[in-house]
């Protein structure tokens, strides 16, 4: 995309060879997610989940990681609208980002509100900086988080935090919300940790993570028994894989750690 456009989507490749790819909220000057942004987002995620990369991380430049959602995107929406703008963003943003057969990674510099937050929840990790924020605050407005917020804040941190964050409107510091298990690290420099952790990720056995993103899917529709019933298959499938062959074949002969993986 040109500079101009509120989003900024790059390819590239690891010393090894893997391609990831990084996407950046750039709409200054609070990353607000008005109708532009959204369109772009929508376009970009299309054109990921159309050739995905081997990882993927989310990020944002500027002062802050998104003031939130401009309210204009709400001002006179009727209660069929407002069911089509949130069935909408589920289809185009939070079930594709999710369903991508890569690992993706989300980094929060600032402070991270409402469409922003529902979006880091909807990736396989997060990291932060110590002084990143993160919020719900649609009461704001009377409305909750309808992309997905509460339910995968729930997940990640307990029904009745869920509860509290939301209901609340407050806003919670990186390390709060690492002690509850939202965010998986806290770092200085989280874009050196986050770029190092993207690149490891794009060098590994991408079918694998893959197949582990599958379960934990499995697990979140249905629980531990469905997990277990779809794993069989879903790992099983692994065994015709270049990089487990490989990967196997590299530690009977020269012992862990020595594997290279082509995500094949």
Not at 115 to 126: H, K, M, N, R, T
Request: glycine share 10%.
């Amino acid at each position: 995309m040109s500079g101009t456009e509120p989003t900024r989507l790059e390819r590239r490749s690891t010393d090894a060879g893997a391609e990831l790819a990084v996407l950046t909220l750039a709409n200054p000057p609070l990353n607000l997610f008005d109708q532009p942004l959204f369109d772009a987002l929508v376009a970009d995620i299309a054109e990921l989940t159309a050739r995905p990369p081997r990882a993927l991380l989310l990020r944002a430049e500027g002062k802050v990681v998104s003031g939130g959602v401009d309210v204009h995107v709400f001002d006179g929406l009727t209660v069929e609208q407002g069911a089509q703008l949130w069935r909408s963003l589920f289809e185009t943003i939070i079930a594709p980002l999710e369903a991508l057969p890569c690992p993706v990674v989300f980094a929060a510099h600032g402070l991270t509100l409402t469409a922003a937050f529902e979006i880091a929840l909807a990736c396989d990790i997060i990291l932060a900086t110590p002084t990143a924020r993160f919020g719900l605050v649609e009461t704001v407005v009377g409305l909750t988080p309808s992309m997905g917020g509460p339910q995968r804040l729930a997940e990640r941190a307990g029904s009745g935090r869920a509860r509290e964050f939301v209901m609340t409107g407050d806003l919670y510091a990186a390390t709060t919300m690492a002690e509850w298990g939202v965010v998986n690290g806290v770092h200085e420099d989280v874009e050196a940790a986050a770029q190092a952790l993207v690149t490891r990720l794009a060098d590994g056995p991408t079918r694998a993570h893959a197949a582990t993103k599958e379960i934990i899917g499995a697990w979140r529709s249905g629980g531990v028994a469905h997990a277990d019933s779809v794993t069989p298959k879903v790992s099983g499938a692994l065994f015709g894989t270049a990089d487990l062959r490989g990967g196997v074949r590299s530690f009977l002969e020269q012992g862990p750690g020595k594997a290279t993986y082509t995500g094949r």
